[in-house]
């Protein structure tokens, strides 16, 4: 602790410093030091300063408190280390640093940063936010393994600002370059409608890409040849809107949430062309030359935007002829239609999980949308992995997980997630994703590029002559023999998170 000097010094000091000669002369400096004088009206820096009634002591300390000084030496020492009976260590945490087990600290009191190294240190005695710490502990006590740094790729959308639509109908999140700016390729955006709440008619410069995560929702849009499209889409289920082309989304009887996804990384929400806008930014008479109207028509277009809004019931039957508006033009064929009943599509099963994929061999409109749907069991892990032509943007829609990026030369690092986050993965850059928890993780791998496709580690090893990697990584016979040929996706695990042998599970 320090204890303040005598006075007597600290003005012999002042005087000292303003008794010397002027320096050469510098403005800013002057300036900041006429400031200060102007606010305290003083040359002694620990004045009381002008305040409101009941105000005491001063802004600044003194001058003696700078560097060394006989009086102020330190008397006594305040702990900073946690004391090893105010904490318990998870069972994993003790072991080697790079097994790099998953340390599941969620149920643990007052968790700390360890990591092998004799499971007692380091400790840390706070400033911290528990919260985030049990939420991503391998940011909080990383894997041995982990190296050198790497840009964030996790952004959870609970910390994105939520705008709300107008009376309570909905509200809209988002991610883009702004909040990770590692996703220069991609964006996305949470969006809940209440019962028959619209999100605007609008239309916006990026392609979009919807999943629908609860509920229903009824679509309507118009091509460039006037041929139209209208389709209900459930819970499970995907659409798509080129750049340009207008929709109206409008939710079903039991409400909406969905994710969009854009294939651009500057996308903002707040961007689009809304119809309201279209409306308040031409010249009224403009608008009724173009209708054909009396400029009277327009008495009653929105002052301000719409964009989330209160509507009433559609006709259930969406084939209603005052739904399902038709010209002479028709509608928009099958094969290029923008909705999908991806909720309908069978999962291809591996031992491990599930896996659903949609992109323009069976959706051919979303011309540069490929995407994933994995289900990996508890324990269980989508195997190592990069994907060669594009960046991945990842949504977890339910359960947790976490992955491993590692970047060339020599980084790596490892990030939690939970559901609701998004995730995002510099094209090549190796990962596999693992479920840390009890239940089923599900997330979406979503890639800018027209066909799905990934390297597998597993199957690349397995595929090339044995003597070469032998000389590489010093297998044995055994080993060596284990690797596929074939791509395994979805890697079966045990919910024993300390598991080490994974031999029976081949056999
Ligand atoms: C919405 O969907 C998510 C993801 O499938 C699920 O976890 C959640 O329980 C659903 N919410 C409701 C209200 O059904
Ligand atoms: C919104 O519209 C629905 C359906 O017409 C109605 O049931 C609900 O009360 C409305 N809510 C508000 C806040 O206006
Ligand atoms: C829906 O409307 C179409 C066209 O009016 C009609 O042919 C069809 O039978 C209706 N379906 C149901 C289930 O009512
Ligand atoms: C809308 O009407 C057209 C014919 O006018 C028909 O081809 C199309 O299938 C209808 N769409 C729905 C959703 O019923
Ligand atoms: C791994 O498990 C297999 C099958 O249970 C067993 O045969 C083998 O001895 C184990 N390996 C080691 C190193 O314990």
């Known amino acids: 602790m320090r204890t303040g000097t005598s006075l007597i010094a600290a003005s012999a000091l002042l ?15 002057a300036r900041q030091e006429s400031a200060v004088q102007f606010l305290d009206n003083t040359n002694n820096p620990t004045a009381t300063p002008y305040g409101p009634e009941g105000a005491s002591g001063s802004l600044r300390g003194g001058l003696e408190l700078a560097g060394f000084n006989p009086t102020n030496l330190i008397s006594s020492y305040d702990p900073a280390v946690v004391p090893s009976s105010a904490f318990s260590v998870g ?8 097994t790099g087990f998953y340390l599941d600290l969620s149920r643990i009191e007052n968790p700390q940063p360890i990591r092998g190294a004799g499971g007692k240190s380091p400790t840390d005695p706070g400033p911290r936010n528990r919260m985030l710490e049990k939420q991503n502990p391998d940011l909080y006590a990383p894997p041995g393994t982990d190296s050198g740094d790497v840009a964030n790729a996790k952004w959870p959308l609970g910390l994105s600002h939520n705008r709300h639509g107008l009376n309570g109908a909905g509200f809209a999140r988002q991610q883009n370059v702004d909040l990770l700016p590692v996703a220069k390729n991609m964006a996305g955006v949470d969006m809940h409608l ?3 709440a619209y999100r605007e008619l609008h239309w916006h410069q990026a ?8 509920g229903s929702v009824r679509l309507n849009a118009v091509n460039e040849a006037g041929e139209t499209t209208t389709d209900d889409l459930s819970a499970g289920d995907v659409w798509f809107f080129p750049a340009g082309i207008p929709h109206s989304i409008q939710a079903g009887p039991t409400g909406v949430e969905f994710l969009l996804v854009f294939d651009e990384g500057s996308f903002s929400e707040d961007n689009t062309f809304l119809l309201s806008e279209l409306f308040a930014r031409n010249p009224k008479s403009v608008l009724a030359k173009d209708l054909r109207v009396d400029i009277s028509a327009l008495d009653h277009i929105p002052q301000d935007q719409l964009y989330i809004f209160n509507g009433s019931a559609y006709p259930a039957n969406v084939s209603d002829p005052l739904n399902n508006i038709t010209g002479p033009a028709g509608v928009i064929p099958n094969k ?9 599509q069978a999962p291809y099963e ?18 540069d949308f490929a995407v994933g749907l994995f289900t990996i069991k508890p324990g269980a892990m989508r195997e190592l992995h990069w994907h060669t032509t594009s960046d991945e943007w990842d949504f977890i829609i339910s359960g947790q997980g976490r992955l491993t990026l590692f970047q060339a030369p020599q980084a790596s690092r490892t990030f939690d997630f939970q559901a609701g986050d998004v995730g995002y993965v510099p094209v090549v850059t ?3 994703l693992e479920n840390t928890g009890t239940e089923d993780l599900v997330y979406l791998e979503v890639l800018q590029a027209p ?5 597998s580690v597993a199957q690349w090893l397995g595929l090339t002559p044995k003597q070469v990697v032998k000389e590489h990584l010093g297998f044995s016979d055994d080993t060596l023999n284990r690797l596929p040929k074939i791509k395994p996706f979805i890697l079966p695990g045990d919910t024993d998170l300390g598991q080490t042998n994974f031999t029976s599970e081949n056999e």
């Open 15 to 29: 005087s000292a410093v303003f008794a010397a000669p002027a320096p050469a002369p510098n403005r800013v400096k």
């Open 91 to 98: 069972p994993l945490q003790t072991a080697s640093a790079d």
């Open 194 to 196: 209440e019962p028959y």
């Open 207 to 214: 392609n979009e890409w919807s999943y629908i995560l609860n």
């Open 336 to 344: 290029n239609s923008y909705t999908y009943h991806f909720s309908e």
């Open 350 to 367: 591996v031992p491990g999980g599930s896996v659903k994929i949609i992109d323009t061999q069976t959706f051919p409109a979303a011309f």
């Open 430 to 432: 190796a990962h596999y």
């Open 451 to 455: 066909i799905y496709n990934d390297i």
